[in-house]
């Protein structure tokens, strides 16, 4: 059910942007959603891309360091209280989030949330138990 | 009153009696070596060659070569010469994939070389009106316990500072009215700026002289020393392997370090084919000692790269010169004044499971050296986490300073990022070559 995330590592030095998001560009690849980690010396670009073999592709041919990693993405209105009640669903479970974020799809009244926990499968099962939709590849490649 | 000599009849000896005494003293280590070292009876017999070959020093260049390696071999005593009871102290060195070397000395072995350091002292005005500051490391270090023994010595009131803890350091200087000040020359330098900057003018201090060494340092550098410090810098040379410091030191020319040929005999040789080179040439300095108990080298292989002089010097000795190192015939680098090899680092990259693509960079920033390694994940260990990638940071960056006794700054990059040359990682860049530093 997991969706698809790619994780680059970029090294905190001029141009190295640059390259990722020209080699995401010249495949023709459609980003969904990012976001960046970072520490003094290095920072992690985390992307949901519409095809991410693709990109890993692209990205390793421009010299990338690339992982996909399998996070649990959800869709949720996009109302007051919307997030706070999956975070709670999370909180009464004890499931930790390592990381997350969210985007807005521009037709759409949801908001979609990717979230980075130590088990995908046993979150997936605990927010589907509590009404929570979840978003599948296809999903993110229809946005 | 200072004199001129800690012992003049050994230091301004005509250079013929110099030459008779090193004859009598080689013949006599060589058979010793011989009857008490099985590993380097081996290696004579290996090549053909008996104690009575070894008539003196023209003799010298049969004997076979002792390098870095055999002595990690012979690790921790096959080098050793005498019993174990003899010995009254050990000293350490890094070796070249992490086992270090361990020098054995006699309490004659102790002796020979205070009274080494005790002659370089004495070559920078030191006398028993004189307090020393020794801020070398104490320890397996050598450079701590050969200056505090040779301030022992002269009869200098010795501080042992050991290294670190500047403001202790300024205090206990200032204080005490310390007149000549041991450490390495960074260290110097390092000092003179936290003098500067606690308001202290070059002449509020009483040091006269200082004896810098166990690090490359430049005549730039001494100049600086000189002027922040208001002394005499003087340089100092010395292995663990020989003894310690003291085996060369400056005297007031500062125009090479006097090797104290009654304790050694120094050879340059062609770093390639081992072939002895003339005095005057270029080339990797081998050292022999000649009245060792404990650990006696035959012809050791120092690695260091320079140039011997027989120049008359006008200080009165008589005592061959060597120029300050010039390079190195291996790999070794001098980070802070440790000796470091790359095969240490890969060492430890092997044993944290990474690849050997790594790079050092060196640099010098504010008279102090800068190390930083950057090291290339493995390709199918990428963790998704910025936390995860500090604390692999955090684990290499320990197991670095376990084996090197420094702390480098660690930077896990990418697969591959770190530039090739001919399909394998540059290995080293020494940013500090601009300053003149070469090793």
Redesign the interface.
């Known amino acids: 059910m997991a969706v698809k995330?790619i994780?680059i590592?970029v090294?905190n030095k001029e141009g190295k942007l640059v390259t990722i998001t020209d080699s995401i560009a010249n495949a023709g690849v459609d980003i969904r959603a990012m976001s960046v980690?970072?520490?003094q010396?290095?920072?992690?670009f985390?992307l949901i891309v519409n095809d991410p073999e693709k990109a890993k592709e692209a990205l390793e041919s421009s010299?990338?360091?690339?992982?996909i990693?399998q996070v649990v993405g959800i869709s949720i209105p996009d109302e007051p209280g919307s997030l706070a009640k999956v975070v709670n669903i999370l909180a009464r479970y004890n499931i930790n989030i390592?990381?997350m974020y969210a985007f807005i799809t521009v037709s759409k009244k949801n908001a979609s949330v990717v979230l980075?926990v130590a088990d995908n499968a046993a979150a997936e099962k605990i927010l589907t138990e509590n009404g929570i939709k979840l978003l599948e590849e296809k999903d993110i490649v229809n946005m | 009153m200072n004199n001129k000599y800690y012992q003049p009849e050994y230091e301004t000896m005509p250079v013929e009696e110099i030459k008779k005494i090193q004859d009598e003293k080689l013949v006599r280590q060589v058979k010793y070596v011989y009857d008490n070292v099985k590993y380097y009876r081996d290696l004579m017999d290996k090549k053909g060659v008996k104690p009575e070959d070894i008539k003196g020093t023209e003799d010298l260049h049969k004997l076979p070569f002792l390098k870095k390696d055999d002595l990690r071999e012979a690790y921790p005593y096959g080098l050793l010469a005498t019993d174990i009871k003899n010995c009254v102290r050990i000293h350490s060195t890094s070796g070249t994939t992490g086992k270090r070397v361990v020098a054995f000395y006699t309490q004659h072995d102790v002796d020979m070389w205070e009274e080494c350091c005790a002659r370089a002292i004495v070559a920078a005005g030191g006398g028993t009106d004189d307090v020393c500051q020794v801020c070398y490391g104490y320890g397996l270090f050598t450079g701590g316990a050969g200056l505090h023994g040779g301030s022992h010595k002269v009869g200098c009131l010795t501080l042992p500072m050991s290294s670190g803890n500047t403001d202790r350091q300024i205090q206990f200087m200032m204080d005490l009215n310390s007149t000549i000040l041991c450490c390495t020359p960074s260290y110097a330098a390092y000092l003179g700026e936290s003098l500067k900057e606690k308001g202290y003018k070059p002449e509020d201090n009483k040091l006269r002289a200082g004896i810098f060494g166990a690090e490359p340092w430049t005549e730039e550098m001494r100049r600086d020393i000189e002027k922040a410090l208001g002394i005499k810098a003087y340089d100092i040379y010395g292995l663990t392997e020989i003894s310690g410091p003291g085996v060369a030191f400056e005297c007031e020319e500062q125009k090479g370090m006097h090797i104290n040929e009654d304790h050694f005999i120094a050879e340059i040789i062609d770093p390639e084919t081992g072939e002895p080179l003339p005095i005057g040439s270029k080339g990797e300095l081998v050292f022999t000692s000649l009245d060792k108990e404990g650990f006696p080298m035959l012809r050791y292989r120092t690695r260091d790269i320079c140039i011997l002089s027989r120049e008359k010097c006008s200080c009165g000795r008589t005592f061959l010169r060597m120029t300050k190192p010039l390079g190195r015939s291996d790999d070794m680098m001098i980070i802070r004044g440790v000796n470091v090899f790359p095969s240490q680092i890969e060492t430890v990259l092997l044993n944290q499971g990474y690849a050997p693509n790594y790079q050092i960079i060196l640099d010098r920033v504010n008279n102090s050296d800068t190390f930083d390694i950057n090291i290339e994940?493995n390709?199918d260990d990428?963790p998704?986490?910025?936390k995860a990638?500090?604390g692999k940071e955090k684990k290499l960056q320990d197991a670095m300073k376990a084996m090197l006794g420094i702390n480098p700054k660690i930077?896990?990059?990418?697969?591959?990022?770190i530039e090739r040359s001919e399909g394998k990682a540059v290995r080293l860049i020494d940013k500090r070559k601009r300053y003149g530093i070469t090793i």
């Open positions: 995330q994780s590592f090294e980690a970072d520490t010396d290095f920072g992690i985390r010299g990338c360091f690339v992982s990693t390592e990381y980075r | 994940m390709p990428f998704d986490s910025p990638i500090t930077h896990l990059v990418a697969p591959k990022s």
